[in-house]
């Protein structure tokens, strides 16, 4: 049988796109598809030659480089478009849960002690970056809590880059400190710390910043390292790749909405800052955030010099908890976000998280989130 030819027309400069191309190629190679991928390089070809019954299905985006999708409307060719909009001729949309990474921020942001918040959203207002500014302050509004949100420039001055950093940076001056920065993704994420600078505001002591989509390239290299929501990004890519079979198949793919969800938060240094009365119990919270599979109370007293009781009475007065217990919600977490996205045996997460083995991991893990790992994972 001839394989299926299907082509792919996505904005590639995207990391969210770059990851759901790595789970359609995983589904295309165990599939035998032959995959076309549309790329505008400098010193490559300039657009894709295609002709009716040379494809089979097609991957477009919001912003596709070659206008695809108008092929799909006008051969009917099986098409997923990856949009913010659910189109009625297409046989699936992928889109975004935006409410669960406005979740994930907001749970980070305040597990952290912070009670002044703001927003900056992608610099042309776009409808993703507006769904996670509402989900984001109705999270912290439902907590009693304000979110300031950066209102931007005109677009005619946004694109003078210098004028824009400046802009941001006096407004970020003006908020109550310490205050932490939920950025619409990893390059505003970037501009933040950049503004911050400019403004002489201290990163993560003034000001806190998370982004979105965990971007190695543009978080790790960041000074300091940005915090960032990771995405199931290839899953969903790989999920859709599932229902364009079943569409060229001519069956009603299982899925006809996919959505990626922020999976976890990957911590780093631009919100290692615990805010609270107590300097010492601060300073201890992001030691333990900072992991370190074997910590124990024992390390924790040793580097404070203070008794276990002076410890966990001023530890519980800030936090309302023990230290025993705030170390092993920190490996139970850790624990959770293996899970959910590694291939891990529940062995190695154990081993890997601090657990003397995986069946007490197994106890610790049922009794806080209400199911075995083999369950949640499965989940």
Known sequence: MKP????????????TAQNHLRGILRFARERGWETVIAMRREDGPRGVELRRGELDGLFVGMRSPFGLDRISRRWGVPTVAFDIRIRSDVAASLLCDNASVARLAAEHLLSRGFREFAFVGEETGIAWSRERQTAFRRELAVRGLRCAVYPGLPAAQGRDLALARRDLAAWLARLPRPVAVFAAYDIRARHVLEACREAGLAVPDDVAVLGVDDDPLLCETASPAISSIAMDTEDAGYRAAAALAAAMRGETPAERVILFRGVRVASRASTAHFVGRDALVARLLARIAGGGENLSVDDLLAETGVSRRTLELRF??????????????????????????????????????????????????????????????AR
């Not at 030819?5 to 990391?15: K, P």
């Not at 170390?327 to 657990?355: H, Y």
């Open 316 to 377: 519980r007065a800030e936090t309302g908890t023990t230290p025993g217990r705030a170390i092993s919600e920190a490996k139970l977490a850790r624990a959770r976000d293996l899970l959910r996205t590694s291939a891990l045996t529940q062995e190695e997460i154990a081993a890997a998280c601090g657990f003397c083995d995986a069946s007490h991991m197994g106890h610790l893990f049922r009794r806080r989130f209400g199911a075995p790992p083999s369950a949640f994972r």
């Open 4 to 15: 299926f030819r299907v082509v792919i027309d996505l904005n590639l400069t995207s990391f």
